[in-house]
């Protein structure tokens, strides 16, 4: 089996739990590419506001986050004892953070039911760790098996082309900054950069709070993996000219029968690669299906602060500032994300392997 | 005829020639709608550098700014007397500032002609002043007429909906600031909130330049045009939850089989109009269209400088600056324009009424 990355290599995560166990370390992802800067959560608050504003994003990133949210919880009864119904209800508020990222409900629950299980403070709290722990390298290896899957497809590609560039265009960023490790869409890639595979990454900048031109360009450029940011409205002309084989992105909430909740402007992309017969798949783990929901009318779909559209946030002369684009009177509307009905995705590229929407659930079995 | 806009409310246009006929002026589009700055233009240079720079932009103002341009020209020969292949260079000059608008050469030519038909300086100077005029009014003209024939379509989605809200998605701008006055794809637009129809205009940012943020949002809101900006990657999902009904957009050229270049994303949300069959026109006037390409693959796109999508413009506390969005050492592409091939037009409204691509040719014989 292909080792993507040797433990040397090991680099930064987006989340990890400090030495002592009691404080929950994060990248604040809103200051990329501009300034590295780490923040310690303590607390049940500093969790949903990190999620909530976005310090950490991502689902796979989401879930771990609200999984060391719960633990955090359980460590406060240390100082505050309470029973099970406040766990209950301080999980509740971690999981209203944020509606479409399945992730964020899934992981609460997930640690929540340990903790239930489990008696005593300290029954709890290791209880909550360990599972928090788990999820996070569960999601590790998820990633890692997508890229091991992913990269046969980039593989067949490269060989049809006869090893020229491999032109990949993915939204938003689901990296290993969204995703602890590897990444979900940028899993393949990774594998196919590692084995020398010639391939170059089409960066849709994604407005409005540009986590492409921002994060997805970061990630790429330290491992070395060739890129172009582009605007958001770019990518039809690209495929329109052959300038893109293949389109891969990630997802925030899929439905068992297929259809793809991800970052606003996605629908628009496989519109455009069904129009040009060019492949468009999704790579997520099995923790970002939605086993509950078929149809995309359940889906719920954020609606963010419109200023996060009126301002654009970047730097000018080392110092990081939010710029307002438009008339100071006129409104905005922020809707953060949009449904691709299954109709329009190639494959879902799962750490079990590759599918169509009909065989999603023959894949999983045992979650139907 | 349902009179648009009577001449007390006449406005700012884009461009004009000021009282001593010496000095073309325009509003800096560049700056807007953060400052209204007028800049002088003297020269062919001046005139250069304010098409490439995009200080004037959109196709039918490239135009009349190009035919002004020849006037300077001429206008030049008083103080450095020289010959028609002088003048004839200077058009190429002014013709290959920017490639995909055919408006520049359309409207440089026919000044040129007149010119080159004039004899003696005062003769061709007289020559190209009323010829650059005349296409100036005839742009407004062009501009009105497509207000009124769009207004028709407007009134049939308002009847049918029973006077609620039309819900109208607009990319870019096309309007009095691209077009000198109504505009082409805000004129219907414009026309039927004077007749009091209850219109509300998604505006798409359209990144790299946001001339959709800060153009269309800033005359909309000036006319007290109900709008909401959005980014670019918002209209597919407003489409398929019933919120647009029409969309209109301008063009920078389009061939006489109804290929559609224009700012770049526009093809993808045509592509979303099909999908939720939502009705996607073009406004344009006869001299947008390019009567001697048939293809989409001889359109000319422009590839503009990286650093517009790099860095985003916009204020910060009173000052306009731009801030870097990416990693310093990411490169961008800036492709500025698509073509939305015409299958997926539901129609052309121009200066002589609403046609399908089949029947462009039928309503312009004498052009074929």
């Given at each position: 089996?292909?080792?993507l990355r040797?433990?040397?290599k090991?680099?930064l995560r987006?989340?990890?739990?400090?030495?002592k166990?009691?404080?929950?370390?994060?990248i604040?992802?809103?200051l990329l590419?501009?300034k590295?800067?780490i923040?310690?959560?303590?607390?049940?608050?500093?969790?949903?506001?990190?999620?909530?504003d976005?310090?950490v994003?991502g689902?796979?990133l989401?879930?771990?986050?609200?999984?060391?949210g719960?633990?955090?919880?359980?460590?406060?009864?240390?100082k505050?004892?309470?029973?099970?119904?406040f766990?209950i209800?301080e999980?509740?508020?971690?999981?209203?953070?944020r509606?479409?990222?399945?992730?964020?409900?899934?992981?609460?629950d997930?640690?929540?039911?340990?903790v239930?299980?489990?008696?005593?403070?300290q029954?709890?709290?290791l209880?909550?760790?360990d599972?928090?722990?788990?999820?996070t390298?569960?999601?590790?290896?998820n990633?890692?098996?997508?890229?091991?899957?992913?990269?046969?497809?980039?593989e067949k590609?490269?060989?049809n082309?006869k090893?020229n560039t491999?032109?990949?265009?993915?939204?938003?960023n689901?990296?290993?900054?969204?995703?602890i490790?590897?990444?979900?869409?940028?899993a393949?890639?990774?594998a196919?950069h590692e084995?020398g595979?010639?391939?170059?990454?089409w960066?849709?900048?994604?407005?409005?709070l540009?986590?492409?031109?921002?994060?997805?360009?970061?990630e790429l450029?330290k491992r070395?993996?060739?890129?172009?940011?582009?605007?958001?409205?770019?990518g039809?002309h690209?495929m329109q000219?052959g300038m893109?084989?293949?389109?891969?992105?990630?997802?925030?909430?899929?439905?068992?029968?297929?259809?793809?909740?991800?970052k606003?402007?996605?629908?628009?992309?496989?519109?455009a690669?069904k129009?040009?017969?060019?492949?468009?798949?999704?790579?997520?783990?099995?923790?970002?299906?939605d086993?509950?929901t078929?149809?995309?009318k359940?889906?719920?779909?954020?609606l963010?602060?419109?200023?996060?559209v009126?301002?654009?946030?970047?730097?000018?002369?080392?110092?990081?500032?939010?710029?307002l684009?438009?008339?100071?009177?006129?409104p905005?509307?922020?809707?953060?994300?949009?449904v691709?009905?299954?109709?329009?995705?190639?494959?879902?590229?799962?750490e079990?392997?590759?599918?169509n929407?009909?065989?999603?659930?023959?894949?999983?079995p045992?979650?139907?």
């Amino acid at each position: 089996m292909l080792d993507l990355r040797s433990s040397k290599k090991r680099s930064l995560r987006p989340i990890w739990l400090d030495d002592k166990q009691d404080t929950v370390k994060i990248i604040d992802q809103r200051l990329l590419p501009h300034k590295l800067v780490i923040v310690d959560l303590k607390t049940v608050d500093d969790v949903i506001t990190a999620i909530k504003d976005m310090y950490v994003r991502g689902a796979p990133l989401i879930g771990v986050t609200a999984a060391y949210g719960v633990y955090l919880c359980v460590l406060s009864l240390l100082k505050n004892p309470a029973g099970d119904d406040f766990i209950i209800s301080e999980c509740d508020r971690i999981k209203s953070t944020r509606p479409t990222a399945i992730n964020l409900a899934w992981a609460t629950d997930r640690v929540l039911k340990k903790v239930l299980s489990s008696t005593g403070i300290q029954g709890k709290i290791l209880a909550a760790r360990d599972e928090a722990g788990t999820i996070t390298e569960e999601e590790v290896k998820n990633c890692r098996d997508i890229g091991i899957h992913g990269l046969e497809i980039i593989e067949k590609i490269s060989r049809n082309k006869k090893n020229n560039t491999v032109n990949i265009l993915t939204h938003c960023n689901a990296g290993w900054l969204a995703c602890i490790e590897y990444g979900t869409a940028t899993a393949p890639i990774y594998a196919a950069h590692e084995i020398g595979l010639d391939v170059h990454v089409w960066v849709d900048e994604t407005r409005p709070l540009n986590q492409g031109a921002r994060l997805t360009a970061w990630e790429l450029g330290k491992r070395g993996v060739k890129h172009t940011i582009i605007t958001d409205n770019a990518g039809g002309h690209l495929m329109q000219n052959g300038m893109v084989d293949i389109v891969i992105v990630g997802t925030d909430r899929t439905t068992y029968k297929g259809d793809v909740a991800n970052k606003i402007g996605t629908y628009l992309k496989a519109l455009a690669a069904k129009d040009n017969n060019i492949p468009f798949y999704v790579a997520l783990p099995s923790s970002t299906f939605d086993w509950d929901t078929g149809t995309i009318k359940d889906m719920p779909i954020e609606l963010r602060n419109p200023d996060e559209v009126r301002f654009v946030q970047g730097l000018d002369s080392d110092l990081i500032k939010s710029v307002l684009i438009a008339p100071k009177e006129s409104p905005a509307a922020n809707f953060a994300f949009d449904v691709t009905p299954s109709r329009l995705v190639t494959g879902f590229i799962t750490e079990r392997g590759i599918c169509n929407a009909a065989d999603i659930s023959k894949l999983f079995p045992e979650k139907i």
